[in-house]
């Protein structure tokens, strides 16, 4: 199984300013002396678009300011491939997020874009939308981030799915259901069809069970909790969920 990684673009280990490409090339080079034949695909930074990251580069969140970081004379690229020459760098991506995608795309240096996609937001889940219509919008999210790499005359660019699922922040009842678990199912076959060869669901093991998110009546379930996993990582992340204060045991599979 391919792991896809994630290094550090916000800060330096001192946390007086932005990432060091010479931390992320370091892991690299431990990776291959490693002999990880598993270890190729390497992520600058996590949805750094976005304010809730931490970032200390002067300009934070700054598409330019990443590009510059990434594709310089001695960026993130240039230093991570000269430390194993098969590692394959990527960019984060968020088509109709401004103009990021934009910028980056057309300046930075990458092997590939990593994107996050979540169906829904939190507080306004719908059985009906997610079963009937959402795989489908993930299928025009791709196409409209393949019209951005065509722009660019970079069509041919592979996309990872980074993180996906049903709601975008504090799961509720949906998730623990059925629902949440047909979805998962079809957006995988829909990324089958849209030819996308990796992709993981957030996510696998190690989260925590929500109390007190979406509910309501009008869901699908009978759990009065919510959480992204699909194993349980015991107590205490999946210690005290719902209001009976269930203990749900390390290794139970849940719907997702």
Request: glycine share 12%.
């Amino acid at each position: 199984m391919e792991l896809a990684l994630t290094v550090n673009y916000g800060s330096n280990s001192a946390c007086t300013g932005g990432g060091d490409p010479a931390e992320a090339a370091a892991w690299v080079a431990h990776a291959k002396s490693q002999g990880y034949s598993n270890v190729h695909h390497w992520t600058v930074g996590n949805e750094v678009f976005g304010g809730w990251e931490f970032d200390l580069h002067a300009k934070a969140h700054d598409a330019a300011t990443y590009a510059a970081a990434v594709g310089g004379s001695n960026g993130y690229y240039q230093q991570m491939k000269a430390a194993d020459s098969t590692a394959q760098v990527g960019v984060v991506v968020s088509p109709g997020f401004g103009n990021w995608d934009g910028i980056v795309l057309a300046n930075a240096k990458y092997d590939f874009v990593e994107l996050h996609w979540y169906a829904q937001e939190t507080g306004r889940e719908s059985d009906s939308y997610l079963l009937n219509q959402a795989p489908a919008e993930l299928t025009s999210e791709l196409a409209a981030l393949r019209a951005e790499l065509a722009a660019v005359g970079k069509a041919n660019t592979p996309i990872l799915i980074g993180e996906f699922n049903s709601v975008n922040e504090s799961p509720g009842k949906q998730t623990m259901s059925i629902v949440n678990a047909l979805f998962i199912g079809m957006t995988y076959g829909e990324l089958l069809n849209d030819n996308v060869s990796m992709a993981t669901s957030w996510f696998g093991y190690g989260g925590t069970c929500n109390n007190g998110n979406n509910n309501s009546s009008s869901l699908y379930g009978f759990q009065s909790f919510g959480g992204y996993d699909q194993v349980s990582a015991g107590a205490p992340g999946w210690g005290n969920c719902g209001p009976s204060s269930l203990t749900i045991p390390a290794g139970t599979v849940l719907p997702n």
